[in-house]
């Protein structure tokens, strides 16, 4: 493992980009790594900063890559990673709306595979389609597994029995 160096003259540095920072985040990875320039320790600048003194390493090796650019980056991607607008969605599921009013048996694969199709992405799951349906106030309908009025299983075992001749 090799120790990374900070030096005073970027510590000085690090402290006047620090007087300008409105994000208090960006302001704590910048005092954690202008504290390692002045001399510190990670366990003193974990202390201080409440950064895990791992991290405090971590954030150094972003500075000397990166510099201050680095420190200011926020590892979070963000939210709305939808493949279809409200409007795109809602003209998707109107071709599937159409035949299940004229009584269309519509499975889940069935829209998964035009799902696929119209957005340009093979998906490995279908969580993607059941929110869709979800928040398009679509529900799950399946047929009964027997009819309603079906006899009990005692009442066709002996008709079998009385059938064989």
Known sequence: MYKIEIEKEEAVKIRKAMSSEKNKNTYRRMQAVALRGEGRKNAE???ITGFNHRWVCHLCKIYCAEGLAGLGKDGR???NHRNMSEKEAASFLANFEEQAIKGQVITI????EAY????GVKHASLSTVYYLLHKHGWRKVAPKQYHPGR???EVIET????TKS
């Open 109 to 112: 694969d069935d829209i998964a």
């Open 77 to 79: 991607k963000g939210g």
């Open 116 to 119: 696929d199709i119209a957005v």
């Open 159 to 162: 008709s079998k029995k009385l």
């Open 45 to 47: 600048i974990s202390e």
């Open 151 to 153: 006899a009990s299983n």
